[in-house]
């Protein structure tokens, strides 16, 4: 039987490569680890929590009989859906005791994660905070389904439900999400156009510009989880947002960067990462906030990270 303390290999390049001298069971779990890394993100909203997942996923599969493996990526998979459904139903009753708004943790991402439409729509912070609202089982079936085009007897192993009850989850599910997701396409300009205007009038403390990029209807969430200070509930309208946005205006430097796979904000504040701030844009205008302040949630911003399907 292997080792159980061995931690999951990583590659150089961020461990979705092969490195050409490992066995065979090695030589698979790295050839799909970007992959499995992206599953687990999509369902726990954590980057730290999806590592963890991952080792525990790479801990099953070195007692795994490869020879009796149809599908390697089917299977692997398969083992870290289960894990990340065991921890996201004990996430849950964390979060119940979570200090003020809780938002995803956010991932410093490379441009081909935002040319993958469906990726990266699915990574974004408001689609992340819908998949909130789905159940465990909900979420996996429909990110496996939506996301990753896994097929119905696949998830059906995942989830270890019969085939025709995925079916109906996946419906339930979409129907779901339908009625709360952002509603109409963004392009890349669109929403770096907003995200300019927007950065320009926090920095020079330009009120009207504010005013002018904001929709009325704008809501802003902090996240700082009794961490940091932050909003402690969010802030919605666009004068109150404003206002709140212009008590920072000249204290913090905001650089540009790709996060989650959408355009969004990186706050520094004397060289050190403070905040990353994503965006939602709506009509030309920003429609959604969403600042991630918590220390432990910026971890994943000294790199990109690779995420695929």
């Known amino acids: 039987m292997a ?13 979705t490569g092969r490195d050409g001298g490992a066995d065979p069971a090695t030589d698979a779990f790295l050839a799909h680890r970007g992959l499995l890394f992206t599953v687990a ?10 590592e963890d997942v991952v080792q525990e996923t790479w801990l099953r599969w070195t007692d795994v009989d490869l020879g009796a493996v149809r599908d390697q990526r089917a299977y ?4 870290t859906t289960r894990q990340a459904l065991m921890r996201l139903r004990a996430l849950g009753r964390r979060r119940e005791s979570y200090v003020g708004p ?13 040319e993958d439409v469906v990726l990266a729509d699915s990574l974004s912070m408001a689609m992340l905070l819908v998949l909130e609202t789905l159940s465990p089982v909900e979420r996996a079936v429909f990110v496996l389904r939506e996301v990753f085009d896994l097929p119905y007897d696949e998830i059906a192993q995942a989830v270890e439900k019969n085939p025709a009850a995925v079916r ?5 599910a979409r129907a779901h999400v339908a009625e709360r997701r952002p509603r109409g396409p963004v392009s890349p300009a669109e929403a770096r156009g907003a995200l300019d205007a927007f950065r320009r009038a926090v920095e020079t403390g330009d009120l009207q510009g504010l005013l002018d990029i904001l929709a009325p209807d704008v809501v802003l969430v902090g996240d700082g989880g009794g961490v940091v200070p932050a909003a402690p509930a969010p802030i919605t309208g666009a004068g109150p947002v404003a206002a ?19 355009p969004a904000l990186v706050f520094r504040d004397g060289g050190a990462l403070s905040a990353v701030m994503a965006v ?6 920003i429609a959604g906030l969403y600042a991630v302040r918590n220390p432990e949630k910026l971890s994943h911003m000294d790199g990109e990270n690779a995420l695929c399907r």
């Open 168 to 172: 109906q989850i996946a419906h339930r």
């Open 41 to 50: 993100y999509e369902l726990l909203g954590s980057a730290a929590d999806a």
């Open 102 to 114: 809780w938002l995803p943790e956010p991932l410093l991402t490379s441009p081909d994660v935002a």
């Open 76 to 79: 692997l998979v398969r083992i």
């Open 3 to 15: 080792d159980r303390t061995h931690t999951a290999p990583v590659h150089q390049d961020g461990g």
């Open 280 to 285: 939602r844009v709506a009509d030309g205008r």
């Open 244 to 262: 709140f946005l212009g008590r920072i205006s000249g204290t913090l430097s905001l650089r540009p960067a790709q996060v989650n796979g959408h």
